[in-house]
């Protein structure tokens, strides 16, 4: 089938590829990089190094700002549980928004459980929030603010500078799940004063299981460990470091901005194409911001076409993705749309589509074809 679904995951590039090879078998660069008293062991832990440079660069951080994790959710978890357990003596509020990852709401709804105060961000009914409901929410007990830069479901790009510049001032944590923007839209953390950043490098074609977490002035900023072990990550994250994985995961970064100049206008061009071509044959509804979303994703619904029928409809020929989880014959619809104030049809309707800088203007053609040859189907069913 045709794969529209990059926002769950990508392809590892072949270029990334080429170099993870190279840390993995013998002959390679396999050596543990905490074996410091032998020249293998320093040639492995100099090429993590390497990787943590080419990232903050990037990232316009510093290097020992980088702590490597498995991904994006264990770097969200280590983020929020960190800060929360470190600072408890100092308050015990956080806020973030009812529209983040399942990865931030659980952390939240776990720090719940152990005596924290969690608020629920709200956004407008074009998916993003509002900068100053975010000022209304500070209590003077609030340790931090953990907000998506870009949804997954909507592909909509949080004010972040605004709440950014707002919580400096307060003097309040920022943290922000930069997952979907890692890579494809440009994230400079020398000019926005974000506290911790998390992403995973399956997002911009770099390997699974790769991802880190990047924590400014992390001298003065405590943060709990959730692994403990042999120290390694500053003591933040113990555990023999992944080296394929990281090397794979700079290379891909390293790769994704080089290219960003080319790839933001090409796969911009590819999601217009795709909703102009759609808007020929359907009457459809676009969720979210249309302004300010990224173009790697565009989330519709098709007047009066259910999305899991659609879904099922195309398994075979064309990838989407729904924010609905079927779990034993009940649908639960998104609930960052509900949280959106979409309802109805339309929300039992929402589909997702993801795009990459692989594919081409005819991928887009086949795909509107195959979907509205299974939309008429169902049609005729009906
Ligand atoms: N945050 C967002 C916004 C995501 O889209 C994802 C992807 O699933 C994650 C976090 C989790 O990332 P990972 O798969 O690296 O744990």
Same mark, same amino acid.
């Given at each position: 089938?045709?794969?529209?679904?990059?926002? /769950?995951?990508? &392809? *590892? #590039? /072949?270029? +990334?590829?080429? *170099?993870?090879?190279? =840390?993995? !078998?013998? @002959?390679?660069? =396999?050596?543990? &990089?905490? /074996? $410091?008293?032998?020249? &293998?062991?320093?040639?492995?832990? #100099?090429? +993590?190094?390497? /990787?943590?440079?080419?990232?903050?660069?990037?990232?316009?951080? %510093?290097?020992?700002?980088?702590?490597? $994790?498995?991904?994006?959710?264990?770097?969200?978890?280590?983020?929020?549980?960190? *800060?929360?357990?470190?600072?408890?003596?100092? !308050?015990?509020?956080?806020? $973030?928004?009812?529209?983040?990852?399942?990865? +931030?709401?659980?952390?939240?709804?776990?720090? %719940?459980?152990? @005596?924290?105060? +969690?608020?629920?961000?709200? &956004?407008n009914s074009q998916g993003w929030i509002e900068p100053e409901a975010v000022k209304e929410a500070l209590r003077p007990d609030t340790l931090l603010v953990s907000l998506i830069h870009t949804n997954n479901e909507t592909g909509v790009i949080q004010p972040i500078e605004a709440?950014?510049?707002?919580?400096?001032? #307060?003097?309040?944590?920022?943290? *922000?799940?930069?997952?979907?923007?890692?890579g494809k839209l440009p994230i400079d953390l020398a000019a926005t004063p974000i506290d911790l950043l998390s992403l995973s490098a399956h997002k911009f074609h770099g390997p699974k299981g790769a991802g880190c977490l990047v924590i400014r002035n992390r001298r003065q900023l405590r943060l709990q460990p959730i692994l403990y072990g042999g120290g390694q990550e500053f003591g933040l994250r113990s555990g023999t470091l992944a080296t394929h994985q990281i090397a794979g995961m700079s290379t891909a970064l390293r790769l994704a901005t080089s290219r960003r100049q080319q790839d933001y206008p090409y796969v911009a061009k590819l999601k217009k194409v795709f909703i102009e071509q759609l808007e020929q044959q359907f009457c459809i509804k676009i969720h979210g911001d249309r302004e300010r979303c990224s173009p790697y994703i565009v989330n519709f619904s098709i007047n009066g076409i259910g999305s899991d029928a659609l879904l099922n409809q195309l398994a075979t020929t064309v990838a989407l993705s729904s924010g609905s989880a079927c779990s034993s014959g009940t649908i639960d619809p998104s609930y960052v749309l509900r949280a959106m104030g979409v309802e109805g049809d339309a929300l039992y309707g929402a589909v997702r589509a993801s795009f990459s800088r692989y594919h081409t203007m005819t991928d887009i053609s086949q795909a509107v074809e195959r979907i509205t040859a299974a939309v008429r189907r169902m049609q005729e069913l009906d």
């Amino acid at each position: 089938p045709l794969y529209f679904d990059t926002a /769950s995951t990508t &392809p *590892v #590039a /072949s270029e +990334v590829i080429e *170099v993870m090879m190279a =840390y993995l !078998g013998v @002959g390679g660069c =396999y050596y543990n &990089p905490s /074996s $410091t008293k032998h020249q &293998p062991g320093q040639a492995a832990a #100099a090429s +993590v190094e390497l /990787s943590r440079v080419e990232i903050a660069k990037a990232l316009g951080c %510093e290097s020992d700002e980088v702590v490597f $994790t498995s991904g994006a959710t264990e770097a969200n978890n280590l983020a929020l549980r960190g *800060v929360a357990l470190a600072h408890a003596s100092h !308050g015990r509020h956080l806020i $973030t928004s009812a529209i983040e990852h399942k990865s +931030v709401l659980d952390t939240c709804h776990a720090l %719940e459980r152990e @005596g924290f105060e +969690v608020t629920y961000l709200i &956004p407008n009914s074009q998916g993003w929030i509002e900068p100053e409901a975010v000022k209304e929410a500070l209590r003077p007990d609030t340790l931090l603010v953990s907000l998506i830069h870009t949804n997954n479901e909507t592909g909509v790009i949080q004010p972040i500078e605004a709440i950014a510049n707002i919580l400096m001032e #307060a003097g309040v944590l920022f943290h *922000v799940d930069a997952a979907q923007a890692a890579g494809k839209l440009p994230i400079d953390l020398a000019a926005t004063p974000i506290d911790l950043l998390s992403l995973s490098a399956h997002k911009f074609h770099g390997p699974k299981g790769a991802g880190c977490l990047v924590i400014r002035n992390r001298r003065q900023l405590r943060l709990q460990p959730i692994l403990y072990g042999g120290g390694q990550e500053f003591g933040l994250r113990s555990g023999t470091l992944a080296t394929h994985q990281i090397a794979g995961m700079s290379t891909a970064l390293r790769l994704a901005t080089s290219r960003r100049q080319q790839d933001y206008p090409y796969v911009a061009k590819l999601k217009k194409v795709f909703i102009e071509q759609l808007e020929q044959q359907f009457c459809i509804k676009i969720h979210g911001d249309r302004e300010r979303c990224s173009p790697y994703i565009v989330n519709f619904s098709i007047n009066g076409i259910g999305s899991d029928a659609l879904l099922n409809q195309l398994a075979t020929t064309v990838a989407l993705s729904s924010g609905s989880a079927c779990s034993s014959g009940t649908i639960d619809p998104s609930y960052v749309l509900r949280a959106m104030g979409v309802e109805g049809d339309a929300l039992y309707g929402a589909v997702r589509a993801s795009f990459s800088r692989y594919h081409t203007m005819t991928d887009i053609s086949q795909a509107v074809e195959r979907i509205t040859a299974a939309v008429r189907r169902m049609q005729e069913l009906d």
